[in-house]
Every structure is written in structure tokens, then in C-alpha cells.
């Protein structure tokens, strides 16, 4: 064992490699190392910005449809309502319309009648005219006997 | 068994223990020597290093990484955690020289994980008479990187503090006086108690990984001495046989020590850097 040339030669070996590990493999696998660290930083924080938006995003929808469905339950209580109105105003209306031809009919019928009358009447009064001129065997001036016929007729 | 087996040993160990180098070394400190071997391995394995983690660089994608990828970036983010950690001022070139204290000492260790004999043997298939595949288990791989960071933290502290800061660093501490003359006294106990601090840096470091795999590789080669030299003849006896048995599960438990040993000496080696990098960058 002793200390020789080799010793030199090995410390000229060594300062090479730790110049060639300081300028081609240190710099390069760190740059690696730290670009990747950098990327993957990125990535979660887009993810978590990701994961915010979607969270607000959901928030927004449901508030879209809350208000919607709101909206929606508004609409058909109005529409419940108008419906109900239509309905009512239609029944109003209807009655109204019966009553007014109940009324119509009854006061065609109280005129048929009346004229139904009068027309019975005239003919009554030239029954009895002609079957009182049989009796008495001559004839009845029916316009000296207006009066008397008149009577007559209204008696009926 | 083992008496009968001990001057082969002996030999086997020491022939383990011996490198491929040039010519046989003189003395502790020898500068014409060169270890052939520790410099082949751990220029191989640099270049297994710095060819794996640049093709990854290359084709790094900021997308969804495929498995190698991911591994290398785990190692990568794991590193530059712990230099965050511990270092608070800006560097570009504590966390990459981390990352290949840690990539190169652990593979210069998982070389201790290949079977003691196998790459020695097939050295010697290829005429060569030694070979040691195991780089930390050489003192002058251990040091080469320990002193690369000595001076790292001696340049370091200089840049950071100043000549007059670093010195004062060195001098006026632990202990100091207000009155001058004690101070100046006081001086050069400071200097040598914060000289061997500072010297004991690089020293630890070193001795600390090189202990730890070579004793390591000792291991490795004594479980081996189990059935060294009996060849085919091991299989015609029962005490062979419990030789091979015994050889096989020790190595097998202590391969899975070893495994946490290698991980966890390249793992200090690289957080001490940081740590005496990030004191020579502070200011007391």
C-alpha cells in the first residue's frame, strides 16, 4: 500500500467528471425535474379552478331552475285562475242567456196565446152569429149588432 | 482445516492484496508507481456513471417519466434535498459534485460485490498476474477524492472569508481573550488545535471509506479461504462440502451486509463534502 501516480491521475478523473456532471447532467434532469413539478402545479390548480366552475356552474343551474319552476307554478295558477274566470263569466253569461229566452218564449207564448184567444173568440162569435141568424131564421146585420156581438165576444 | 490451508492463505491473500501496477513500489510514497488497475476501473466507472445519468439528461422529458428516468431523478432529487438541507448558500457546484461523490463511490464499492475471484481470475486467463477491482479499497482513489475536496474547502473558504477571515478562523478560535496579550498567546494553541480539525477533514474522509472496504474485501477473501485449493477434491469429502456450504451462506449474508455497507459509505462520504463545503461558506 502506498500513495502514487495514481493519486494524481484519479483527482485529474474526478475534477473532470464532477465538470462534466455540473455542465451535461446536473442542469438538464433538474430543468426536468422542475418544468414537470411547474406542469403539475399547473394542472391541479386548473383543476381546482375546474372543479370551482363546475361547482358554480351547478349553483347557477339550479337557481335557473328554481326560478323556472317558480315561474312555471305562477303561470298555472294563473292560467287556474283565468280558466275558473272564463269558466264563471261563461255560466253568467249562459244563465243570462236562458233567462232572456225563457223570457222571449213566455212572451211568445203569452202572444200566441192572446192571439190563439181572439182567434177563437172571432171564430166562436161567427159560430154563434151564424147558428143564432138559423134560429131566429134571418139574418143578422152584423154591423147593427156589433155592439151586441162585441158583448157577446168579450163574454166568451 | 484451516492449519493445513494456511501458507496457501496466506499467499492467496496477499496476491489479492497486490495491484497491477507498473513496477513494484518503494517506500510509502512513490510517485513513479501506477495502479493500472484503480485507474482502469474507476475511468469505467465513471464512464458507466456519466454514460447512464447523460443518456437520461438527454432524453429527460417533462412528462411522465419511464422507469430509468425515474430512478436516476430520485437519486438526483434525494441529493439535491440533502444538500438543501445542510448548504443554505447558493452553488452550482455542491449538488453535482454530491451527486458524483455519491454515484462514483458506490459503484467504485459495488465493485466489492463481484465475486472476489471472478475478475482477478479472468486477468490472469488474460496474462495478468494482479488485479484489485475494488477502487476504494486503494488509498490513492480514497485520497484523490478526499483531497479534491480539501481543496475544494480551502478555495471555498478563501473566496468566502477572505485571506485574513480564513486565518483569523484558524487563530482566534475556540478560545479567545480581550485583553491582546493573552490573545496573542492564545494564537498559536488555536492554530494547532483548528490545523488538526481542518487536517482531520480529508484524512477521515479517506481512511473512512478505504477502512471500511477493505476490510470489506478481507472478508470476502476469507470466506473464500474456506475452499481455497481443494478444487474437485472439496466434492469427495464431507468436510468439503461443509466448506462449500459454509462458504456459500457466509457469502451470501455478508454480500447483504455489504450491500447497506457500500450504500451507506457512499452516502457519508458525499453528505460530509457538504457539510465541510457548507462550513467553509459560513461565516462564524
Known sequence: ?156 | MAAENAPGATEYILHHQTFLSNKAPHGIIDFSVINYDTVFFSVLLALVFFGLFRWVARRATTGVPALTQNIIEWIVEKVDEQVRDTFHGTSRLIAPLALTIFCWVFLFNFMDLVPVDLLPAAAHGAGLGHLKVVPSTDLNATFALSLTVFILIIFYSLKMKGPIGFISELTLQPFSARNKLVQALLVPVNFLLESVTFLARPISLSLRLYGNLYAGEMIFLLIAVLTLSRGFHALTSIGGWLGILGQFLLGFIWTGFHILIITIQAFIFAVLTVVYLSMAHEHH
Not at chain 1, 317558480?70 to 236562458?98: C, N, P, T, Y
Open chain 1, 1 to 156: 500500500m502506498n500513495i502514487n501516480l495514481t493519486l494524481i491521475v484519479q483527482m485529474l478523473v474526478f475534477a473532470l467528471l464532477v465538470f462534466g456532471t455540473m455542465k451535461w447532467i446536473w442542469p438538464p434532469i433538474l430543468n426536468a425535474m422542475e418544468e414537470r413539478a411547474r406542469k403539475i402545479a399547473q394542472g391541479l390548480a386548473a383543476a381546482e379552478k375546474g372543479e370551482q366552475e363546475l361547482s358554480e356552474a351547478r349553483d347557477k343551474a339550479d337557481a335557473i331552475i328554481r326560478e323556472a319552476r317558480e315561474r312555471a307554478s305562477h303561470i298555472i295558477d294563473q292560467a287556474q285562475h283565468a280558466a275558473r274566470d272564463l269558466v264563471e263569466q261563461a255560466k253568467g253569461a249562459a244563465s243570462s242567456e236562458g233567462a232572456r229566452i225563457l223570457a222571449a218564449a213566455q212572451q211568445q207564448i203569452g202572444l200566441d196565446a192572446t192571439r190563439a184567444r181572439e182567434a177563437l173568440r172571432r171564430e166562436v162569435a161567427g159560430i154563434a152569429v151564424g147558428a143564432a141568424s138559423k134560429l131566429l131564421g134571418r139574418e143578422i146585420d152584423a154591423r147593427t149588432h156589433a155592439d151586441l156581438l162585441d158583448q157577446l165576444a168579450m163574454q166568451i
